[in-house]
């Protein structure tokens, strides 16, 4: 109680925040009981109440009854292609085969409504996924390899959704509308206005809408704060009409939520607090529209954040947003998101004449492209100027990279050296969703729903080749041995069948209920 009075009497002596300060829900004054103050500018304590809040502070910190500051448990799924966007899982095992029509592994299948291409995240046994509802029952969604450029024409007021459910049983937990509105950009033929992954840190959920604005939830779907970010035109950069829908997905930091905005004007990657949606950082970027999430690398020497782009795919400072390193000379239209392992960076990109793929060392400093696409450096470990995908993130596994085109031909390569084990098709058709791992076994989603599961290892073994029966471009989520898939219409909780569970056996589709 004593440490309680003193933080109290601290923070009494703080001066209010200023009113342009103030973050919160709808404009509304969001200051949360003790939390830190910025104190920017302002006169701080001083004397006794400086030492008696600095002494709570380290006995606060080094108390074991204080919760860890990381409330994540190792089998959630918080972002983008899970931890780090690994893409990698741990613990149970998910199953190799399944069947829909059988019901076989088929844990729970729930219903979501409207068009949505963001992929599930898990946390605390929850999986969370975000919809945009329009007025169309069946809103069009083309697939398959095409290069039409053209926007989806105008599509009428749409419904931005959260939804939480139970990763056990698929029942709807909670959901919120978040907007409501006609789209402010319009969207590919392959894509939603709904195509950004959440992001949690176990305690919030960052959700991010682009145009129409970033959101903060709590864990029992409460609106924390939101903020506007104005107009974000993504879209193909030599022809500003064609929008193409915004991709790129937030992740969270050290109680910073990312987010990077590669758009026609006015690019930037920022940085807000959690806790109340202020602006921590902003820096601005000069490329081209891009969709790739950024990532977090621990360095030899520093931790940093590194995006992927086109003219500028660069290392940042996450605590500043300080550029660290630049490198150019990557496709223009650059989707997949940078993947680390072995102490290496790996991008790709693939359009418009390069595509090229890179092994980066963290701690570079500076410009290091490179005059020849196929040079190498102490910063350029290896470089394949031909072998960049286009539209899947890869994922290193083990000693190995495994990249897969949007033609569905896969490649294995040394993440170490660059050198190419491998390289087969899986099938025909498109491939936008990215592939997972776990158990030593990957998992490649094609677009018209075939799950493809290869064995990890510098040889091609082809495990099971699995139908979900509908169009499928969201990369999955693994926890807790449940593979959770989206389709277009549908959440699949997929999990290997208990021996002695009878009941293991979806009857009926659990469809969310109107709020």
Known sequence: MWIVKILREAVSELPPLPQGERDGVNGLAFEPNFSPHPAFGHPLPTGERVWKLLLMMFLLCSSPHVA?????????????????????????????????????????????????????????????????????????????????????????????????????????????????????????????????????????????????????????????????LGPLDSGYYVAPDAQWGYASSPIIYHGMAIVLADVQEGSFLAAYDVRSGRERWRTDRQDVPTWGTPTIVEGPDATELVVNGHRQSCGYDPRTGRELWMLSGGGDIPVPTPVTGHGLVYLSSSHGGKKPLRAIRPGARGDITLKKADATSEDIVWARPKDGIYIQTPIVYGPHLYACRNNGVLSCYNAHTGERLYRKRLGGGGFTASPVAAAGRLYFTSENGEVYVVRAGEEYDLLAKNQMKDICLATPAISKGILVVRTKDNVYGIKEKPDNDRNFIVDTIVRPSEE
């Open 68 to 228: 860890n500051c990381n409330s994540l448990n190792s089998d959630d799924w918080p972002q983008f292609r899970g931890t780090n966007a690994s893409g990698v899982a741990t613990g149970v095992a998910p199953p190799v085969s399944w069947d829909i029509a059988a019901s076989q592994n088929i844990a729970w299948k729930t219903e979501i409504p409207g068009l949505g291409l963001a992929s599930p995240i898990v946390c605390r046994d929850q999986v969370v996924i975000v919809t945009a509802v329009g007025e169309e029952d069946d809103p069009h969604l083309r697939t398959g390899l095409y290069g039409n450029i053209k926007s989806v024409d105008d599509e009428g007021p749409h419904s931005w959704q959260v939804y939480s459910l139970s990763l056990r049983t698929g029942d709807v937990l909670w959901k919120r509308i978040l907007h409501t509105g006609p789209p402010m950009m319009k969207r590919h033929t392959k894509a939603s206005h709904a195509n950004a992954t959440p992001a949690t840190d176990g305690k919030r959920v960052i959700v991010n809408l682009a145009s129409e604005g970033l959101y903060c939830l709590d864990l029992a779907g409460n609106l924390c704060w939101k903020k506007d």
